[in-house]
């Protein structure tokens, strides 16, 4: 038995083209929020970084991420010249996994290409892998030691000074 096709009504995957002119952010392709330039590259980006709850470290502003995680940005802030992806003050201020991460992540318009290989970190108590990027984690002198290494480092500091929950 032969299905008949529905699909003809279906076809809204392309927007209009009158959407498709609207600028848009280059990271999220939000067109509805309230759109400013980056400083560094001139990209349209979302002006949100009021959404920004201080503290909260959260990464849900795109304005906030390109200007804290790129090195598009921090190239820009530091005065170097030329192109970030050519620039050897830039690769010289990071470690390489931070370079990296700085030039891969998803708050880049342009990636950087061809980034350089590095060690991965590991954490110095469990030895998992530290994505230093993504994952939370704590430096103490050399070592890094990831999330759940220093939560029980820190509780281990902290619970000694505890005092008896008595009246
Ligand atoms: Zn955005
Ligand atoms: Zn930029
Ligand atoms: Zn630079
Ligand atoms: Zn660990």
Redesign the pocket.
Known sequence: MATKSKSTARREKHPPIAQQDKPRCGLCGSTRKRLTRTPCCHHWICDDEENYVLFSFARNSCHRNHGRYT?CS??FN?G?KGR?QD?V??RAGFNTEMYVWYGTNEYNFEKLENPPTFEPTHCAECGRVIHLGADGYMISGKNYYCERCSDKRMRQVIAPERLPHKK
């Open positions: 090195l921090s190239h530091e170097h970030w620039c003050k830039c």
